[in-house]
């Protein structure tokens, strides 16, 4: 599954299941997103849920565990209705806009960076089942699902993953997941599209205790002294694009879902 | 004129009078105002202006001169409606909660830096008779309306730097102004409640040539080097808020309507 718009009904589909099954929550919520796809302003009273994402998205919120309970349903409709979708078109539309204006060297050293969790791969088929970011984060469930190597491509970014590659740009993936899910990142990535990188580079033992922050800003440094250019960084954590060796341009994709520091 | 729920008011009285006299286009405008005043989504077919104004409040479209086109009117009912409004209230509510969560010394040397315009002043007077960003900056026209010491406060900015104060939290004004506007900018900052501040910096004309980024980073440097702690840092362009000692925290309010490098 490459394509984004049948997910909403892929998920639907899927949370029914589920539902049967299990789980009377999921069946509530499925009620709930059903009459609304889109994005449009709060409904709920006294919280603009719109407002609060945009301050999550130009890092003004930070340091949060979990959505606020009264924009679940905003933020379902959002990520799960055509705003969502037509955010990531108009970063990707920039990202490609500015990588074809480079008069570029083509050495071999010209390098994207792409976090991996909702910048390449969604994860949404997970959080739809946990509350778009409501429930607070379960390591042992999300590495579950990260085991199944199953997470759709983000299917603007695999575009410009594509128009990259033809600019004769090398990519590099750089994700918080740990080194031990490695086969099943790579697994993941190489059956929704994204065939080849020069380097995917996974979160080893020795940054245990350091922020994501510290981590990336450290990975980046080690690709320059390697002698890549970082000619651009995408990712939908403000900890992605912030620190030192950020590139000469980065790009912040949506996610309202989850904040990591 | 303090509050800002009553300007979209002053705003259609002001520019019908201004239309009477000579504007057939700001009549037009007025009409297309009236019946909406929300933010919600874009009604132009093919562009998302609110994925436009994301793009923009993230850094993603960077180095515009002018606002889409398609997006005027969409821009005019986002400044002039409830979104705006709350997009700020959003921002000053995050920055009040970390100031308060701060537990300073209180040593007189714990700055909070505001840009001026979109920041602390509103130049929405001067924005809703031009085109609202659509029309290319026009600095004689600017300087004028800069002249006349009359933009209202942002009314959130004003409770934010009146609270900040009774933590005992010195202001720094921060303003790509020329200095040869202190007089006029410094009025206005008094004139709407701005009352004191530890220093206004304006642009002098060493900085001909720079950038914005350069030209804040280093006066923020020389603040630093005095002995101030930039605890937070808040402006509507990413200029103010990335370079170097950027400060503790840094707060984006919105800004659509012009881009400053």
Redesign the interface.
């Known amino acids: 599954m490459k394509t984004f718009p049948v997910l909403p009904l892929f998920f639907l589909a899927t949370l029914v299941a589920t539902n049967q099954a299990s789980d009377g929550a999921v069946s509530h919520q499925i009620h709930l997103l059903r009459p609304k796809t889109?994005?449009?302003?709060s409904h709920v009273p006294g919280v603009?849920c719109?407002?609060?994402r945009?301050?999550v998205?130009?890092?003004?919120?930070?340091g949060w565990k979990t959505i606020p309970a009264a924009c679940e349903g905003y933020v379902g409709h959002y990520m799960l209705g055509h705003?969502y979708r037509?955010?990531s078109?108009?970063?990707i539309y920039?990202?490609h806009l500015y990588a074809k204006s480079l008069n570029l060297t083509n050495d071999g050293k010209n390098l994207w960076v792409f976090d991996v969790d909702e910048t390449t791969l969604s994860n949404l088929p997970y959080y739809a089942r946990h509350g778009f970011g409501v429930e607070v984060f379960n390591p042992i469930l999300f590495n579950e699902w990260v085991s199944k190597s199953t997470a759709p491509a983000l299917p603007e970014s695999l575009k410009l993953y594509k128009k990259l590659l033809a600019l004769g740009i090398k990519v590099a993936f750089l994700t918080g997941r740990p080194e031990s899910y490695r086969k099943a990142t790579e697994t993941n990535l190489k059956n929704v599209g994204y065939h080849t990188w020069e380097t995917a580079i996974l979160k080893d033992s020795s940054y245990a205790g350091k922020t994501s922050l510290f981590y990336k800003s450290s990975e980046r440094e080690k690709l320059e002294k390697k002698g890549y250019r970082i000619i651009g960084n995408m990712g939908d954590q403000w900890t992605d694009l912030l620190g030192t060796n950020a590139g000469n341009?980065?790009?912040?994709v949506?996610d309202p879902m989850y904040y990591i520091s």
Do not use: C, M, Y
């Open positions: 889109g994005s449009h302003g603009s719109l407002s609060w945009l301050g998205e130009t890092h003004n919120i930070i705003q037509k955010d078109e108009a970063v920039e990202a341009r980065t790009f912040k949506p």
